[in-house]
């Protein structure tokens, strides 16, 4: 069963306009599913992690609605058939 990685609108245009793309999963870990991402949308990568491979401060990511940061950062489960968000912070009033 795949895992759904949601893409906000800012960053579909690095993932061919795709709301919402599909890579096969099992289970592990957030870093494991990320990596599959990246190998689908490689340009995605750059916009939501560092050079040292943590996500942005400016960027939430939700595995199962549940931040990840609340779950291990990129240690964080994920089951297979899980629905990851990607959300970058909004500002303004």
């Given at each position: 069963?795949?895992?759904?990685?949601?893409?906000?609108?800012?960053?579909r245009?690095?993932?061919?306009?795709?709301?919402?793309?599909?890579?096969?999963?099992?289970?592990?870990?957030?870093?494991?599913?990320?990596?599959?991402?990246?190998?689908?949308?490689?340009?995605?990568r750059?916009?939501?992690?560092?050079?040292?491979?943590?996500?942005?401060?400016?960027?939430?990511?939700?595995?199962?609605?549940?931040?990840?940061?609340d779950?291990?950062?990129?240690?964080?489960?994920?089951?297979?058939?899980?629905?990851?968000?990607?959300?970058?912070?909004?500002?303004?009033?």
């Amino acid at each position: 069963m795949p895992v759904t990685f949601m893409i906000p609108g800012p960053l579909r245009a690095l993932a061919a306009e795709r709301a919402e793309v599909r890579v096969d999963f099992r289970s592990g870990l957030l870093s494991e599913a990320l990596a599959v991402l990246w190998r689908e949308c490689p340009a995605v990568r750059d916009r939501v992690v560092t050079e040292l491979g943590e996500v942005r401060p400016h960027i939430n990511v939700f595995v199962d609605g549940e931040n990840a940061r609340d779950l291990g950062g990129m240690a964080a489960p994920v089951r297979e058939g899980a629905e990851i968000f990607i959300l970058p912070a909004l500002s303004g009033g």
